[in-house]
């Protein structure tokens, strides 16, 4: 699983073969430039699925229940999880919690429509949790992340990604579930992994801070920095657009033609 939050995005994902495309929040960072995910709203969510629909004609494509719109209570939440089936043209819903979330996610799942839980660091609820915290360090936490796994997956939850969990914990959490997990940060145990696709191809300038998990595959911001100076620099040196980038014209035109402006 690989997050996307435009069509280009999404078309490389799909075009890669990933097996499923999750239209996360974290856009809200890493496309919108807020300052977390809470400020992202549902209009906003649905514009971002709606662009990466497009262009999945494989993978299973998740959309990120923003904070706010589903913690209400169930019928909330499935009122927005319709929406994102039909406006966002996505195939399920992502959301946050565990066992507290087990009503919802049972809600939406009755009503037909897939959902992908989320528990151990839950970002939304950052503010409650002492910020980015590793969650199930100690073995009374790791008991209350099965508990929450247990309880999604009793709930419908077709999946669930595991955040920040010790890989240890998040192995033997995968081994006690018969749904798959997905992990971030949650070691090699997992059944599957995401990672944001802006961090993992370093599409960032230099000096920006990458969660400990996230392994950069590429450089992205390198090639493309690359590309726009080059651009630069050749049309400032007239280097650029070169006769084989222009249309042309018979002499015979050409000749009419500057004969034509001679005479206004």
């Known amino acids: ?76 939440a499935l009122q927005t999880a319709i929406r994102f089936i039909k406006e966002g043209r996505i195939q399920a819903v992502k959301l946050e919690g565990g066992k507290d979330m087990a009503p919802t996610i049972e809600k939406i799942t009755k009503a037909g429509i897939p959902v992908l839980a989320h528990i151990g660091l839950t970002p939304q609820r950052q503010n409650a949790l002492g910020g980015f915290r590793v969650q199930g360090k100690t073995s009374a936490g790791a008991l209350r992340v099965l508990e929450d796994a247990l309880a999604v997956q009793e709930a419908g939850s077709f999946a669930v990604v595991i955040e920040a969990v010790p890989a240890e914990v998040a192995s033997i959490i995968t081994r006690k579930l018969f749904i798959p997990t997905i992990g971030i940060g949650s070691g090699n145990g997992c059944s599957g992994q995401v990672l944001v696709q802006v961090d993992m191809s370093g599409y960032f300038p230099p ?58």
């Open 1 to 76: 699983m690989i997050t996307a939050h435009d069509f280009p995005s999404a078309h490389v994902a799909d075009a890669a073969a990933m097996d499923m495309v999750l239209v996360g929040d974290s856009l809200a960072m890493v496309a919108l430039g807020m300052e977390d995910t809470s400020e992202v709203l549902v209009d906003e969510m649905l514009m971002h699925c709606r662009s990466v629909a497009r262009a999945t004609k494989a993978a299973f494509t998740i959309g990120d229940l923003p904070m706010g719109s589903y913690e209400v209570s169930p019928e909330q």
């Open 207 to 264: 000096g920006r801070f990458l969660p400990k998990f996230v392994k950069k595959y590429g450089d992205v911001w390198m090639e493309s920095y690359r590309a726009i100076e080059s651009y630069r620099d050749e049309v400032k040196g007239r280097h650029y657009p070169a006769p084989e980038h222009t249309y042309p014209m018979s002499e015979a035109e050409l000749e009419a033609f500057t004969k034509a402006t001679d005479e206004k």
